[in-house]
C-alpha cells in the first residue's frame, strides 16, 4: 500500500529535549516536506526537498533541522524544543511533475513541548 | 510570491444544501491549484486540483471547483451536502514554474453539515 509513515504520532517532550520526528514514504517520490498545522493558521511549510541531499527553507524554518540522505526518509529534527513548537506536523511527499503532482500526506504528529 | 485566502473559517449548511466555500489566491506566475480535505484525526487528502485545461475540475465525492483566473479564484461547490462532508477543508497554491517547490495553504474552512 502506497503510504506516508510518521512516527511517533503523539509526544510530549520538555523545553530543550532534543528529537527527532520520522518521516518516510515508499512510493519513490522525489519531493518531500514538513509543515506544522495550528489553529487558524492552517499549514505551514517548514522544509521540503527535491531530492537526495537536496533540501531547502519553507515559510518556518526557525527551530527545525531536516536531512534527506535516502530517498524515502525525511526526518524532522528539533535541536531544542520550546514551547511554541507545540503543534501538529504532518510530513507529505510528492513526485516532482512539475509542481502538477499531488502530495500524500502522513497521518500526522501531535507534539507537546512543556 | 504567493498566498491563499480562504473566506470564512467556519461553514454551516443544512445537508442536502449546496455548500460553497471560497478560495482566492495571489501569485506571481500562473499557479496550480489544489484543494484537500482533512477529517477529524487524519491526514489530508487530494480532493481535486487544476493544472491547465479545462477550468471546471470535477473531485472526488462529487465535488467541484472552478478556476477563475480574472478573479483568481478556485472557489470549491457540491451541490448537495451529506454528513460525511463535514470536515476541514484546505486550498493550497503552487506556481507552475521556476519555485514550484513551495507550497502555500490557506487557513482553512472548518465545514459542519446540519442535519
Known amino acids: 500500500e502506497a503510504q506516508v509513515t510518521q512516527n511517533p504520532r503523539y509526544l510530549i517532550t520538555v523545553t530543550g529535549k532534543k528529537l527527532t520526528v520520522t518521516c518516510s514514504q515508499n512510493?519513490?517520490?522525489?519531493?518531500m516536506s514538513w509543515y506544522r498545522q495550528d489553529p487558524g493558521l492552517g499549514l505551514r511549510q517548514i522544509y521540503y526537498?527535491?531530492?537526495?541531499?537536496?533540501?531547502d527553507k519553507g515559510d518556518v524554518p526557525e527551530g527545525y533541522k531536516v536531512s534527506r540522505k535516502e530517498k524515502r526518509n525525511f526526518p524532522l529534527i528539533l535541536e531544542s524544543p520550546s514551547p511554541n513548537q507545540t503543534s501538529l506536523y504532518f510530513c507529505?511527499?510528492?513526485?516532482?511533475?512539475?509542481?502538477?503532482?499531488?502530495?500524500?500526506f502522513g497521518p500526522g504528529t501531535r507534539l507537546t513541548v512543556l | 510570491a504567493q498566498s491563499v485566502t480562504q473566506l470564512g473559517s467556519h461553514v454551516s449548511v443544512s445537508e442536502g444544501a449546496l455548500v460553497l466555500l471560497r478560495c482566492n489566491y495571489s501569485?506571481?506566475?500562473?499557479?496550480?491549484l489544489f484543494w484537500y480535505v482533512q477529517y477529524p484525526n487524519q491526514g489530508l487528502q487530494l480532493l481535486l486540483k487544476y493544472t491547465t485545461g479545462a477550468t471546471l475540475v470535477k473531485g472526488i465525492n462529487g465535488f467541484e471547483a472552478e478556476f477563475k483566473k480574472s478573479e483568481t479564484s478556485f472557489h470549491l461547490t457540491k451541490p448537495s451536502a451529506h454528513m460525511s462532508d463535514a470536515a476541514e477543508y484546505f486550498c493550497a497554491v503552487r506556481p507552475a514554474s521556476g519555485g514550484y517547490q513551495k507550497v502555500t495553504f490557506g487557513t482553512g474552512t472548518k465545514l459542519q453539515v446540519i442535519p
Open positions: 501569485s506571481s506566475v500562473p499557479p496550480y
Open positions: 512510493m519513490n517520490h522525489e519531493y
Open positions: 507529505a511527499s510528492s513526485s516532482l511533475g512539475g509542481g502538477a503532482s499531488e502530495q500524500f
Open positions: 526537498s527535491m531530492n537526495v541531499e537536496v533540501t
